[in-house]
């Protein structure tokens, strides 16, 4: 299942400096991610601020990659509740943009028309927005077992970025 989440903090060994940036420290940015790579949730909430830390693989499939460590602005019972939602569809069809890039050459240029793909659910590792431009998100996800993917999505002139998917149930606030 996909979830929306503010992560605070994400450590690995791989690229987390690239996931949270030095502007985002304080406030956090936002993910969708998947259940099926969560584990050892753990309740970090105060009487005013809900939050929890857990541990997040990238590819599960592979033995050799390590966990990462997120904090998240959720409580415990919230994350552990989204294991239990069912989803609308297994599959959600991406609109692709060729070479990671939404323009030809620049953006004085045409767009490019975006390839639409059907992804399984399960195979997201998540999604994030594009900063320069919000009507983007990166989706990382895996084919097969190795094949690590990431991709610029174009999720059109929408304010919500989770009706990226029909499976999430959050919002997130502009």
Known sequence: MLFLCRVLIWRDVRDSSNRISASEAATGRWFILNTNRVTDVVDMSTLAIAKCSFYYSDNPASRREGLSYIECAMSAAQVAAQFDVVPASNAVTLAIC?????????????????????????????????????????????????????????????????????????????
């Open 98 to 174: 060729p070479y990671n890039n939404p323009y030809k050459g620049n953006p004085v240029f045409p767009l490019r028309t975006p390839i639409n793909t059907t992804l399984g659910i399960w195979s997201i590792a998540y999604v994030t927005l594009y900063n320069p431009d919000h009507h983007y998100a990166w989706v990382c996800y895996y084919r097969g077992s190795f094949k690590r993917m990431e991709v610029l999505v174009n999720i059109g002139d929408t304010v919500m970025y989770p009706t990226l998917t029909t499976t999430t149930t959050s919002e997130e606030p502009r």
